[in-house]
């Protein structure tokens, strides 16, 4: 019998997630707040390109406003909107959600707790995405990654249950997917990511490869990276390897040991991983709000929680800040003010 699955938010990743799981045979309602987007998958069903393959594949796809049509209650709901918009959609899960029912927190940033607090833990789930995608036109989604790593599922208390194991068997029709014990080290472990890039990306407009192959946006990289594992540690975290490099070489690294090997294992790895345009660029193209106050901001303000500077991390949102929502312009100049704050090596 078919897992019946709804998606809150059909942006790039719940595309690729919702696409892949409707072909595998899973019964699931794709729901977004874009009209034009859901018009389209309604019209003409959901174009999947890139690293998944091409696909066309017939949807169900609502609008917010038609979620009061649905009349069979989900299996589970995963929660794919911005962070921002998170206490709404679960809200919104809720709604639809069968009593043994659970919901996914299936997004960047930590949001774990925001989730729980409205569904409670024994009706939450996390999923870690280490997947890439883009979306640039309504209908339309691109998978950009290489398939190599795909989904961590976990428990917030760190039990290895029939229903985490179950929903790692459903995403492997997605990409490869593991049950973790440590559903918080890895979610610091993919804010590290998310914080070495999306902010580099959206600033200066280059690509996730080019960030992390380019000498001074990599090297900024390290150093956002460091901050992030430095609080999550603090905050009693042991943050998960990243991009395949133990967190502590991070650290390592903007104290004077093995710097170079560090760039050169992120330009390695970056290489193997495949590009695309992360999710702070997309949304400054497309003049949204993007969600730097979530990633970068929330390393920033539990630093100073937890009494561990973030200065990268602050300079990078207050970039952000200073030039408003809507109003950014990728340019490789942007990143000026970060680049000046690098120690100048002898």
């Given at each position: ?160 249950t029939p229903r985490a194991r179950a929903l790692a068997k459903t995403l492997w029709a997605v990409a490869p997917t593991e049950v973790t014990t440590n559903l918080f080290g890895e979610r610091w472990s993919k804010l590290s990511i998310n914080c070495m890039v999306n902010p580099l990306a959206g600033l200066s407009g280059l690509g996730t490869s080019e960030c992390r192959i380019e000498p001074g946006p990599r090297r900024l990289s ?103 929502v809507g109003k950014l312009r990728p340019d490789p100049k942007n990143l000026e003010p970060l680049l000046a704050m690098l120690p100048q090596r002898p």
């Amino acid at each position: 019998m078919a897992n019946h699955i709804g998606v809150i938010g059909a942006g790039a990743v719940g595309c690729v997630v919702g696409g892949m799981l409707t072909r595998a045979g899973e019964d699931v309602t794709l729901i977004d707040q874009w009209p034009q987007h859901v018009d389209v998958m309604k019209r003409n069903g959901l174009t999947l390109t890139g690293t998944c393959g091409d696909h066309k594949i017939p949807v169900r796809a609502l609008h917010l406003h038609e979620a009061q049509s649905i009349d069979e209650p989900f299996d589970a709901v995963f929660i794919a909107v911005k962070s921002y918009d998170t206490e709404w959609a679960t809200r919104l899960a809720l709604q639809y959600l069968r009593p043994d029912g659970y919901v996914v927190d299936f997004q960047n940033g930590i949001n774990d707790y925001r989730v729980a607090a409205l569904a409670g833990a024994h009706r939450s789930l996390g999923a870690v995405i280490l997947i890439g995608a883009g979306m640039y036109e309504p209908g339309i989604a691109m998978r950009t990654d290489t398939g190599q790593v795909g989904f961590k599922v976990g428990e917030h208390d760190g039990r290895d249950t029939p229903r985490a194991r179950a929903l790692a068997k459903t995403l492997w029709a997605v990409a490869p997917t593991e049950v973790t014990t440590n559903l918080f080290g890895e979610r610091w472990s993919k804010l590290s990511i998310n914080c070495m890039v999306n902010p580099l990306a959206g600033l200066s407009g280059l690509g996730t490869s080019e960030c992390r192959i380019e000498p001074g946006p990599r090297r900024l990289s390290v150093y956002l990276a460091a901050e992030c594992i430095r609080v999550g540690r603090a905050c009693g975290f042991e943050v998960e390897p990243i991009m395949g490099i133990v967190a502590q070489r991070f650290v390592d690294a903007v104290e004077g040991r093995g710097l170079d090997t560090v760039e050169a294992d992120i330009s390695n790895a970056a290489r193997k991983r495949g590009g695309g345009r992360p999710s702070m660029l997309q949304d400054v193209m497309r003049r949204r709000r993007t969600e730097i106050e979530q990633l970068n901001g929330y390393v920033a303000g539990e630093g100073g929680r937890v009494g561990i500077p973030t200065p990268f991390n602050d300079k990078a949102v207050e970039l952000y800040r200073a030039h408003g929502v809507g109003k950014l312009r990728p340019d490789p100049k942007n990143l000026e003010p970060l680049l000046a704050m690098l120690p100048q090596r002898p």
